[in-house]
């Protein structure tokens, strides 16, 4: 697994050579190793990547994510068969227990709400209305909370004029783009333990093919909230929003009482919920929260 997060901003060509990534621009070449790049981001729509290039990554099992003009996310690769990909993993995955599903979707739900809270409480915005709806929290979310507790969340966080709407504004825009990455570091992992990622344990839309991501995304959807919080004015949604949402995968969190970067959060949660679900794991627990730090390196390379 590689610990590089590369985002190319400018007119390029990508190439394969040597096991390295090869980066041409009018500023010259640079060279990276395949096995360094955790995901790439390819955030302009004037770059050309090869095949041969594409093909080393997905054996790697790194993400790439392609931008459309606007430079918001519109697709990444998906590998046709993981490391791990066998056929007794699909049918137990088929077969999920009906009951571990439901405790972990209302695990995920309570964890999610805990960790909005967690926003307001630094940000000494209002929870009690939060703090009530996630007393009212009931086995596999039956009553909605998370939807109710979302509405009043972002009204208390961007204020009461605010509305999630996707693309309305450049708020919303970086909200999109910042779940957009968070979804495909989650849906990174499930694919790397064997699994598939339309076969979720809460949504279920057939036009769907990240349902499972969807799922187990969930509780991470804060840190992004809370990184834009000091970004809620913005008018355009720019490069340096973008850069730092990326970096946002290197925020240092704490994860069941470990402190680690957000990345590797996601990587150690989304395995434990699949060993929960696959009945290798007893008892799941999900715990976060903001370490206060936020390192200036995060991006390792920007092109």
Request: aromatic share 10%.
């Amino acid at each position: 697994m590689g610990w590089r997060d590369v985002v190319i901003t400018q007119h390029s060509k990508l190439s394969y050579s040597s096991n390295m990534m090869v980066v041409h621009t009018k500023d010259g070449v640079s060279q990276i190793p395949v096995s360094d790049i955790n995901m790439l981001v390819v955030l302009t729509t004037q770059a050309v990547i090869t095949s041969a290039l594409i093909a080393e990554l997905a054996k790697k099992q790194t993400k790439v994510i392609f931008v459309d003009e606007k430079q918001e996310p519109i697709c990444e690769t998906e590998n046709y068969y993981s490391t791990n990909c066998h056929p007794e993993k699909l049918i137990k995955q088929f077969n999920w227990d009906e009951d571990r599903k439901q405790i972990l979707w209302t695990k995920i739900v309570a964890a999610k709400i805990q960790n909005q809270m967690n926003v307001l409480r630094i940000y000494g915005l209002p929870r009690d209305e939060i703090e009530k709806d996630f007393l009212e929290l009931e086995l596999n979310d039956a009553s909605n909370r998370e939807a109710t507790t979302a509405r009043k969340y972002f009204t208390e966080l961007f204020g009461k004029d605010f509305k999630r709407r996707e693309g309305s504004n450049a708020l919303n825009a970086a909200l999109n783009y910042g779940y957009s990455i968070l979804l495909s570091a989650v849906n990174r992992k499930i694919t790397m333990d064997g699994n598939r990622t339309y076969m979720g344990v809460h949504h279920s839309s057939e036009h769907n093919p990240f349902n499972l991501g969807s799922d187990l995304m969930e509780p991470f959807r804060p840190f992004v909230d809370y990184w834009l919080y000091d970004h809620k004015n913005i008018k355009e949604f720019t490069s340096d929003i973008k850069y730092g949402l990326v970096e946002l995968l290197s925020l240092r969190i704490i994860y069941n009482g470990d402190r680690m970067i957000l990345g590797n959060a996601i990587n150690q949660y989304v395995h434990d919920c699949l060993r929960y679900l696959d009945g290798n794991l007893f008892e799941m627990n999900i715990e976060l929260g903001v370490d206060y730090e936020v390192p200036n390196d995060a991006i390792d390379d920007n092109v």
